[in-house]
C-alpha cells in the first residue's frame, strides 16, 4: 500500500497565483485531514472531510478551499497565494478505529513570494 | 478548544532516558498519542494511550497519563541518536473528528 501520497514536495508560487495541493490515500479511509506546520507552531488543521461528497472547516480554513468528489483524493486549494501561508502542507486520513491515529502523507512545502 | 503544551526543547546524552512532558486542557480527549517527526519527513505513529489507561509500555517507551492534571508523558529508555526528532502529543477529542497537536519539542541526542 502507498498510505497518503502527496503532491508536489516543493512548490514555490508568487503572490496572488494559485494552486492544488494533492492528496491520496489507497486505504479506504473516510476520514482524511489537511493540516499546515508552521516552525515552533505545532500543527494546524485547515479543513478536514468525513467522507466522499462532506467537507468541514478546522482551525485555520481562510484563504484555503476543499472537495471530497471520491474517498481516495482530498485535494486543497489555495485561490490567491499569500506570504502568511507559506507553510509546510500535510494530508492525512484516519481509519474508523482511532487506535493507530492518523497516517500521513510526506507534506508540501510551500513558499510563497 | 483543546489546548496541547510542550516544552520546546530537551537534549539527553546516547544511553541516557529522555522524558518528554505535555499537558492539555480538553479532559474528554479519548485518544492521546506521541508521534515522531524526523527532518523534512511527515509525522510518524509512535505510541497512543487511551484515556481510561494511566501507563502503557511499548519496548523503549513508556506513556504515563495522569488525568487529574491533564499530564502526559513519554518516556524513551535507552535513548540513541537515532531518536535525535521532533515529538508531538496529540489528543483526540469525541467523534473522532480532529487531532489536535501541542507545538512539538524537539529532542537532541548527542553521543
Known amino acids: 500500500n502507498a498510505g497518503v501520497t502527496q503532491t508536489p514536495k516543493f512548490r514555490i508560487l508568487k503572490i496572488g497565483q494559485s494552486m492544488t495541493l494533492q492528496c491520496t490515500q489507497d486505504m479506504n479511509h473516510n476520514y482524511m485531514y489537511w493540516y499546515r506546520q508552521d516552525p515552533g507552531m505545532g500543527l494546524k488543521l485547515i479543513y478536514y472531510s468525513v467522507g466522499a461528497g462532506i467537507t468541514d472547516k478546522g482551525e485555520v480554513p481562510n484563504g484555503y478551499n476543499v472537495s471530497r468528489s471520491t474517498t481516495e483524493d482530498f485535494p486543497l486549494r489555495l485561490e490567491l497565494a499569500a506570504p502568511s501561508q507559506t507553510s509546510v502542507y500535510f494530508c492525512?486520513?484516519?481509519?474508523?478505529?482511532?487506535?493507530?491515529?492518523?497516517?500521513f502523507g510526506s507534506g508540501t512545502r510551500l513558499t510563497v513570494v | 478548544g483543546e489546548d496541547v503544551e510542550q516544552s520546546l526543547f530537551l537534549s539527553v546524552r546516547e544511553g541516557d532516558s529522555s522524558v518528554i512532558n505535555c499537558t492539555y486542557t480538553?479532559?474528554?480527549?479519548?485518544?492521546l498519542y506521541w508521534y515522531k517527526q524526523e527532518p523534512g519527513a511527515g509525522l510518524q505513529l509512535l505510541t497512543y494511550i487511551f484515556s481510561n489507561m494511566d501507563m502503557k509500555q511499548d519496548q523503549r517507551l513508556t506513556v504515563l497519563l495522569n488525568k487529574k492534571d491533564k499530564h502526559l508523558s513519554l518516556r524513551i529508555a535507552d535513548t540513541q541518536t537515532g531518536d535525535s526528532a521532533i515529538y508531538f502529543c496529540?489528543?483526540?477529542?469525541?467523534?473522532?473528528?480532529?487531532?489536535?497537536f501541542g507545538t512539538g519539542t524537539r529532542l537532541l541526542v548527542s553521543p
Open positions: 496529540a489528543g483526540l477529542g469525541t467523534g473522532f473528528q480532529k487531532l489536535v
Open positions: 480538553d479532559s474528554s480527549s479519548t485518544y
Open positions: 492525512a486520513s484516519l481509519s474508523g478505529g482511532p487506535d493507530y491515529g492518523y497516517t
